[in-house]
C-alpha cells in the first residue's frame, strides 16, 4: 500500500530541516565567537603580563590603577593559568637580577598553589607542566615529589621531572640514570647537557658506571658529556666502545675521541678501520678532516683506491684535498690507466674545494 | 646616545627599552631584520643590540649590512644556546661583544656602558 506525501507534510519537514541548520549555524557562530573571545583575551592578557613582568624587572615607578585592573584579573583562573605560562617562558629569557624579580612575582601573587595543584593532578600535560613551573621557580621543597616523578611511566612526567632535577641539582641531578632503562631522546640529552655547567670534584656520581650501561641512549649521553667536559681520564673506556654492538655509540665515541684526542688517536683510527660499519668509517675519516694530520695521508690514498665504498672513497679524496694533496689527485684523474668512477669522485672533492 | 633595538620577542625589547630609557638613551625598536636594516641605512646610529634569529633578517645579515655600507657602529649580538658557530660568524663580521640567553638586562647595560665609553 502507498502512502501520498501531502503537501503540508511536506512542507513541515522543509521547515523543521531549515529550523536544523539554523540551530546548527547559531552553535558555530556562537563557538567562533567565544574561540574569538578567549583568542583575543589571551592576546590582551599576555600584553598587561608581560607588562608587569617588565615593570618588575626594570623596577618602574608601579601605578596603582594597573595594579588593581591586574588584581582584579587576576580572579579568572584562566589568565592566572596564562600568568603561570607567561613567567615560565619569561624564566628562559633572563638571568640574575631579572630572573630574581620574576620568581617574586610567582611567590607574591600565590602561583605556587596552582603548580602543586598540577603536579597532584591525574593527567599527564598538566603534571608535566606543574614539574616545569615549580622547577622553573625554583620550589625546592618540591624535589622529593619531583623525584618520585623520575620513575613514572609517562614520557611527559619523567621527561620533565628528569629536566627539573637536574636544573635544581645539576650534575648531581643525573643519579637517575644508573637504574634508566627507557630510551633518553636526543631532545633531552641537549636539555639536561646544557643545564649542567660543572661536574662537582667530590661527586659521588660515577661516569665510568653510566659508560656501561646496557642501555645505549645512557651510554651516548655520557658520551657528550664526557665531550662536553672534556674528561681525558676517561679515553680508555671510550676507546673500547668501539666494539659496542651499536653503530650509533661506536660514531658518538669516534666523536668524543676526536674531543679528547691524544698523540694516538688517529694511529688508532687507522688501526680499527677495517673492523667498523661504513657509517664508523665515515665519521673516523670526518676526525681526520678536522684533525689535519699528515699521518694519515697514505691510509687515506689506500681508500680511495682499494675501498669498494664509493661514499668512503669521496671522503678520502676530501680529506686528501684539505691536506693539499690536490695536485696528486689532478694527476690521478689525468692518468689514463685511472678508471671513470675515481676520476669522477676525484673532481667532486676538487670542486667541493672551490665551493 | 641613539640605539637600536632588533629583537622579536616583545617582553626582552621592552625591557631592553625601558632599561636604556631608564640609562638615558634614545631607543630605537624594531621587531625584524629587514626594519633593523632599513634603520640602520637611515639613521646615525651609535650602537646597536640584537638578535640572532629574527624573522625576514637575521642578526647576521644585519652584521653584513653595516659592513657593505661601511658604518663603524659597535653591535652587541643575542644569541640563544646551541648556537656557537653562529656568534663566531659574527665576530668575522665584526660584532664587537656577545651575550648568551637568558641574559641578565643589567648585564647588558654594563656592556653597553663598556663599549660606549660612557
Redesign the interface.
Known sequence: MHHHIQLHELILAIVIVLILVLLLIITVLAYSFYSYRILHNRQSWRQIIEYKIMETIVGSDDSDDRDREFAEHLKEPSFRALFLDVLVDSDRKFSGGAKQSINRLFHDFKLEDEAWRKLRHRRAYLVAGGVQELAAMNVEQAIPEITDKLNDPRTAVYQEAQYAIVTFKGYEGLGFLEHFDRPLSDWQQLRLLYSIHDIPESSDLHVDTWIKSTNDTVVVFTLRLIRKFRLMTFYTEVFHLLNHSSTKVRVQAIRTLQAIENSTTIQQFMSIFGQQPIEVQNEILKAMKVAKSRECERFLKDQLWNHTAVSIKISAAEVLVVLGEEQYLRDISQNEDTYDELIQIIKHALQEKKC | MLILIAED????L??VE??LV?EGHDVVLTRNGREAIEKINELDLDLVVTDIMMPFASGIEILSAIKSIGKKIPVIVLSS??QEEVVVDAFDLGASDFMV???????LILRIKRLTNK
Do not use: A, W
Open positions: 620577542d616583545e617582553l626582552i621592552r625591557t625601558h632599561k631608564k644556546m646551541g640567553k637568558p641574559f641578565s638586562p643589567n648585564e
